[in-house]
């Protein structure tokens, strides 16, 4: 039914038995764990750039219309953070004018939108643990556009879900779990910055979380029609909004690049660098193009409660990346 697009679950032929989920940013590393996460939920439709470049918006308008999908599942990004400062338009295109046109589309079908968002919007200007209802003030060009696309999504589309998260790990992509073990392996000594505090979030906890959250909308809205049949269906109260998912627990860049090298070197990988020989270093020492926030804790209250969910702590989502991966 839709030209050029790649189906990730070859079993199930089209058929309007199967709730229709288009989920982009199949390629990236959240996009990986749900094309896991989502495919027993429905009929994946993860496009490569090759067959809709995300920057074509009338293909992608054409690709949505032909699909109907029940549910959209955003996880392209821009997310080069200290390059968007030199490319803010760029940024923006993905970011922000990518998330309105899907709001639209979404709004167009009665359909769900989930989205992704950042840590990167607050400022850290104080040391407490963010609510969603606290104000942001983004410190980076990375942040503004996101935040302007959460602002778009708001504002076009009644069933969003924007989950905010912070300091993704996957077994695949570009994350700091991947980069320290490289440099691991040919380095004796390195310097990690030290005073900033975050929340390491693996990928397969939030495409589990997502798919956890996507089920239970379809149990409340209806599996198939994102359109004529939720009309018709009866209609419940679902907590659409904004949400903050991250793992729990808290630590730093050196602790966890500390944490990553004890466990590989306990696991029996021998690695030219030894845990004690990473030196703490400050944001100060290590200047970057995007200013960064020193607290990047995230309260992710308000998801566990309206969804009946409990996110584990960080240690054990990197903990099984690191068993399968070393
Ligand atoms: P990745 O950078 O790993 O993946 C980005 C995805 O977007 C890739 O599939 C990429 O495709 C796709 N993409 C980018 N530009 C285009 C384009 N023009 N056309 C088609 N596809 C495009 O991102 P993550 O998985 O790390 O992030 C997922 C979400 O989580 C994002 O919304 C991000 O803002 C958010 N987030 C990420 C954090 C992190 O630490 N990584 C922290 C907080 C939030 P291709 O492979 O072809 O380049």
């Not at 999908?69 to 996880?75: F, Q």
């Not at 993704?168 to 910055?193: D, E, Q």
């Amino acid at each position: 039914i839709i030209v050029g697009m790649s189906h990730t679950n070859p079993t199930t032929q089209w058929s309007p038995r199967f709730p229709q989920i288009l989920l982009l940013g199949g390629s990236g590393q959240l996009g990986f764990e749900l094309k896991r996460t989502l495919a027993p939920i429905g009929q994946v439709h993860a496009p490569s750039r090759s067959e809709v470049d995300l920057s074509d918006q009338d293909r992608l308008v054409r690709c949505i219309r032909n699909l109907q999908p029940v549910a959209i599942v955003n996880a392209a990004a821009y997310t080069a953070v200290d390059q968007a400062e030199r490319e803010p338009q760029q940024a923006d295109a993905l970011n922000h004018l990518l998330p309105k046109l899907l709001a639209e589309e979404a709004e167009r079908m009665h359909a769900l939108l989930i989205h992704y968002s950042t840590f990167f919007l607050n400022d850290a200007a104080t040391t407490e643990i963010y609510t969603e209802s606290q104000p942001t003030n983004p410190l980076n060009q990375y942040g503004l556009s996101k935040r302007a696309g959460e602002r778009a999504i708001a504002d076009a589309c009644s069933r969003h879900l924007i989950l905010r998260t912070s300091w993704v790990v996957g077994a695949y992509g570009h994350n700091f779990m991947r980069t320290i073990l490289r440099l691991a392996a040919s380095r004796s000594a390195l310097n990690v910055v030290g005073d900033q505090v975050g929340a390491p979030t693996s990928a397969p906890l939030i495409a589990d979380t997502t798919a956890q959250i996507l089920r239970q909308y379809l149990n409340a809205y209806g599996k198939y029609g994102s359109s004529a049949e939720s009309e018709h269906s009866q209609q419940t109260e679902f907590p659409f909004g904004l949400y903050h998912l991250t793992a729990g627990g808290a630590t730093d860049w050196h602790a966890l690049a500390t944490h990553i090298i004890q466990f590989a070197h306990e696991s029996g990988r021998q690695f030219m660098l030894k845990p004690d020989s990473i030196q703490r270093i400050t944001t100060a020492e290590y200047p970057t193009p995007a200013r960064r926030p020193q607290n990047s804790l995230l309260n992710t209250t308000r998801l566990q409660k309206h969804f009946n969910l409990q996110l584990p702590d960080w240690q054990e989502g990197i903990n099984y990346l690191l068993k399968i991966g070393l």
